[in-house]
Every structure is written in structure tokens, then in C-alpha cells.
């Protein structure tokens, strides 16, 4: 499980990137993602650094 859940972080990031550049390429009125999660069906949670 942990595999999967260090592909779903990897994207997630890369997904927190396209945001950031898309705002400031595009001059964008939203706001960069403040916090991202990943939410799972099982009993246990972690916080990463990144």
C-alpha cells in the first residue's frame, strides 16, 4: 500500500505545480492549494514534509 501511496503524493505534487505556474503564467485570481491530502478508505494517517 505504501507504494501507491508515495504514486498518489508524487502526483499530487506535480499537480500543486501545474496550479502555481498556471496562476502566475495566466495571471490567475485563484489562490495556490493551502494543504493537500490524499484520503483513504483504511485506519491510519500520516503527515509528510513535502
Known sequence: M???DRKLC???L???ELIEKN???R???M???KFLAVITGIK???TRED
Open 31 to 33: 489562490k495556490e492549494p
Open 27 to 29: 495571471d490567475l485570481k
Open 44 to 46: 491510519y494517517a500520516y
Open 2 to 4: 505504501l507504494y501507491k
Open 10 to 12: 508524487k502526483n499530487l
Open 23 to 25: 496562476i502566475k503564467e
Open 14 to 16: 506535480k499537480l500543486k
